[in-house]
C-alpha cells in the first residue's frame, strides 16, 4: 500500500480527526494580565525585530528628527515675534514662514515614513510569530489539547496576536517619541526660563492626582464592563448553540429575560466607565488652560520687568501646552503595552512547550503494512498513580477484526490511543507487522491508519471536500466512488447542491447519519491498511442504520479493524473479541468460544434483548 494513503499535510490521522474528547469553545471573558517577566518578554521579542535592525535604526533616526522638528515649531514662532515686532523685515519675515511651513511639512514626512515602516516591520514579525505559534500547536501532544480549552488556544493565536501587533505598531515609536520629545522640551524650557518651568512643572503632580482618582474609578468600571460582556456573550454562545434545546423545553422567555438583566448590567456599568473616561480629557484640557495662564500672568510680569521676551512667553505657553502630551501619551502606551506583553506571554509559553515526543532515533517511515497487530505485556497511565491499562496481551492477524467490548470507563479508547501513538505505553510494547511501533515514524504509522468515529468530524467546506479530506490528492470520480461504495452518493445527489452542499463544522443541515456516511466515504478513500471504528451509540433510523451497517462492512473488507463495538452484530463476527474491564482483558476469544465460557461476556449477551450493548 502506498504511503500516500490517508496522509495528510497536518499528520492528522486519515479519514478523520483525533478520536480524543473535545471541550468546549468558550473561552470566557479574560482579565488583562499583568507580564510576568517583563525583560525576559522584551528580549524574546525583540529576537524577532532584530531581523529589521537596519529599518528600525532609520525609525529611531525619523522619530529624533520628527520630534526635534516638533520643538523648532514654537521656538520658531516665539524667535519671529522676537525679531520681526517692532523692527518689521519682510524679507526675513518671509523666509521664516518658509522655514517654518518646511519644519511643518518635515515634521508631517518623517512622521507618516516612521509610521508605514514600523507597521510593516511589526506585520511581519508577528506574522512570523503567529505561523510559528500554529506550527508549535500542530507539534503539541494530543495530551495538551485535552487539559486546554480550544477557545482559550485560539485566543492566544488571535487575541494576543492582536494585541502584540498592534502595540508593536504603536508602542515602540510613540515610547521613543514620547521620552524624546519630554527630555527635548524640559530642555528647551530650561534653558529659556527657569522660573516659568518651575511654574509649569507644578502642574504635573496636579495632573497626576487627577489622572489617578479618575483612572481608579474607571478601572473598576472597565473591569466590571468586561466581566459583564463576557458574561453576556458566553450566554448568547450558549443559547444559539442550544436553541434547539431552548425551544425544546419552551425556555425562550427565560432566556429572554436573563438576557435582558445581563444586558442592563452591562449598560449600567458601560455607563459609568464612559462617564468616567470622557472626563479624562475634560480634566487634562482644563488644567492645561489655567497653566496656560498662570504662564501667561507669570510671563507677563515677568516681561514688565524685562526678565524675559514676549516670544518666549509664546514659545513656553505652546511648549506648556504640549509638555503634558508625551506624559499622558506614555501612560495610556503603558496600559496597552502591559496588557500586549501580557499576550506576548501566553504565546512564548506555548512556543517553548515541549512538542510532542520526537520520534525515536532510529524510527523510520514504514511505506507497506499488512497489519498484523501485537499488543505485548501494555500497561498505561494517563496520570500517575491511577493505572489506567494493565497488561494487555492480544493479537490480531492482518485483516482480521477485534472487537472491544467492556463497560464504561474500561478503556477501549485507551487501547486505541495507544496503537495511534497519541500515548506510549509505560510498559510493554505494541508491534505492527512485528515492528515495534516506536522504531516508526509517527506519520507514516498514522497515514496507514483510519477512524471513524461516533461523532464524525466534519470542517467548513463541501461535502466534496470533507470526503477528500481522506486522500488530498484523489479525483473527483474518486470521491464519488467512495461516496457510492459508502452509500452516501444517493442522499448527497438528492441535495440541491449536491458534492458542493457547503458544510459547517457542526455539520448542521445534514443527518447524524448522513455524517457518518461522510465519514466512512472519507475512510474508504483514505483506503487505510488498519481501521478503527468506534461504533455509534445514538439511535439513527433504521434505513439509514442499514445503509450504515453495509458500508462499514464494505470498509472493513480487507483490512485489520479494531472495532470499539456496541451492537451485537459486530461483536458476534469479530474474529478476536477483546473484553476490558478496569484496564485489564478478562476474556478474550470468539463469540462462540467466549459463550461457551459463561463468562463476563455471556452475561453481557444474555443481558441485552435489544441489538445494542453496553
Ligand atoms: P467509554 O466506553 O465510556 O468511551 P472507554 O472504555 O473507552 O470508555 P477510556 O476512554 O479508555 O474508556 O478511559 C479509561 C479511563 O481513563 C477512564 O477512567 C477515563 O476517565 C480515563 N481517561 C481517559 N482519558 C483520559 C485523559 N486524557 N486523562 C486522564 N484520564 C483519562
Given amino acids: 500500500m502506498s504511503n500516500e494513503r490517508g496522509s495528510n499535510p497536518n499528520g492528522i490521522p486519515s479519514s478523520t480527526a483525533s478520536p480524543l474528547p473535545r471541550k468546549g469553545h468558550g473561552a470566557g471573558p479574560r482579565q488583562k494580565q499583568k507580564p510576568k517577566d517583563m525583560l525576559g518578554t522584551l528580549l524574546k521579542i525583540w529576537a524577532y525585530l532584530s531581523n529589521y535592525r537596519g529599518r528600525l535604526g532609520l525609525i529611531l533616526i525619523l522619530v529624533l528628527i520628527s520630534s526635534v522638528l516638533g520643538l523648532l515649531g514654537p521656538f520658531l514662532l516665539g524667535y519671529a515675534i522676537d525679531r520681526f515686532i517692532g523692527a518689521p523685515d519682510h524679507g526675513g519675515l518671509v523666509q521664516l514662514i518658509v522655514l517654518l511651513a518646511c519644519v511643518y511639512v518635515v515634521h508631517s514626512i518623517a512622521l507618516w515614513l516612521q509610521n508605514i515602516w514600523m507597521i510593516r516591520i511589526s506585520q511581519q514579525a508577528v506574522s512570523q510569530m503567529r505561523k510559528e505559534l500554529f506550527q508549535s500547536l500542530h507539534r503539541m501532544p494530543v495530551s495538551f489539547f485535552v487539559k486546554r480549552q480550544h477557545g482559550e488556544l485560539m485566543s492566544r493565536l488571535t487575541n494576543d496576536m492582536d494585541n502584540v501587533s498592534s502595540t508593536l505598531n504603536s508602542s515602540f515609536i510613540q515610547l521613543s517619541s514620547s521620552v524624546l520629545t519630554f527630555v527635548g522640551m524640559l530642555g528647551m524650557m530650561l534653558w529659556l526660563s527657569p522660573t516659568l518651568t518651575l511654574i509649569t512643572l507644578l502642574i504635573v503632580p496636579l ?130 503595552f502591559l ?9 512564548f509559553e506555548i512556543l517553548e512547550q515541549d512538542p510532542e515526543a520526537k520520534d525515536e532515533g532510529q524510527a523510520m517511515p514504514i511505506h507497506e503494512i499488512r497489519g498484523e497487530i501485537r499488543y505485548e505485556d501494555v500497561s498505561f497511565a494517563y496520570e500517575k498513580d491511577m493505572q489506567t491499562v494493565s497488561e494487555l496481551n492480544f493479537h490480531l492477524a492482518a485483516g482480521q477484526t477485534a472487537a472491544l467490548v467492556g463497560p464504561t470507563g474500561a478503556g477501549k479508547s485507551t487501547v486505541i490511543h495507544l496503537l495511534s501513538r497519541f500515548y506510549d505505553p509505560d510498559e510493554g510494547t505494541i508491534y505492527v507487522d512485528g515492528v515495534d511501533i516506536r522504531q516508526i515514524t509517527r506519520d507514516s504509522l498514522r497515514s496507514h491508519m483510519g477512524f471513524v468515529l461516533q461523532d464524525p468530524f466534519l470542517f467548513q467546506g463541501t461535502i466534496r471536500d470533507n470526503i477528500r479530506y481522506g486522500r488530498l490528492e484523489a479525483t473527483d470520480e474518486e470521491v464519488e466512488q467512495a461516496a457510492e461504495l459508502a452509500n452516501a452518493h444517493s442522499f448527497i445527489s438528492r441535495l440541491s447542491c449536491g458534492y458542493e452542499t457547503l458544510l459547517d463544522a457542526e455539520g448542521s443541515g445534514i443527518s447524524q447519519g448522513q455524517k457518518q456516511l461522510i465519514s466512512i466515504a472519507r475512510a474508504i478513500l483514505a483506503d487505510p491498511s488498519i481501521l478503527v471504528l468506534d461504533e455509534a451509540t445514538s439511535s439513527i433510523d433504521t434505513v439509514t442504520e442499514l445503509k450504515i451497517q453495509e458500508a462499514l462492512y464494505r470498509l472493513m473488507r480487507g483490512r485489520t479493524n479494531i472495532v470499539i463495538a456496541h451492537r451485537l452484530n459486530t461483536v458476534r463476527q469479530a474474529d478476536v473479541i477483546v473484553v476490558l474491564e478496569n484496564g485489564r482483558i478478562t476474556e478474550q476469544g470468539n463469540h462462540n468460544g467466549l459463550m461457551d465460557k459463561r463468562g463476563f461476556y455471556y452475561g453481557l449477551v444474555q443481558s441485552q434483548f435489544e441489538e445494542v450493548i453496553v
Avoid: H
Fill in 339 to 347: 496588557s500586549a506583553i501580557a499576550g506576548a506571554e501566553r504565546v
Fill in 207 to 336: 495632573m497626576y492626582f487627577g489622572m489617578k482618582w479618575i483612572t481608579n474609578r474607571t478601572g473598576k468600571y472597565f473591569k466590571e464592563q468586561q466581566r459583564n460582556l463576557g458574561d453576556m456573550n458566553g450566554f448568547i454562545e450558549e443559547t444559539f448553540s442550544g436553541q434547539k434545546m431552548v425551544k425544546a423545553f419552551s425556555q425562550e422567555r427565560k432566556v429572554t429575560a436573563q438576557f435582558i438583566e445581563k444586558s442592563e448590567r452591562l449598560r449600567e456599568a458601560g455607563c459609568w466607565a464612559q462617564m468616567y473616561s470622557g472626563f479624562i480629557p475634560k480634566l487634562m484640557n482644563m488644567l492645561n488652560n489655567v497653566s496656560f495662564a498662570i504662564i501667561a500672568g507669570a510671563g507677563g510680569l515677568m516681561a514688565v520687568y524685562g526678565m524675559i521676551t514676549i516670544g518666549v512667553i509664546v514659545t513656553f505657553g505652546e511648549y506648556a501646552r504640549q509638555f503634558t502630551r508625551p506624559l499622558n501619551d506614555l501612560a495610556n502606551q503603558f496600559n496597552t
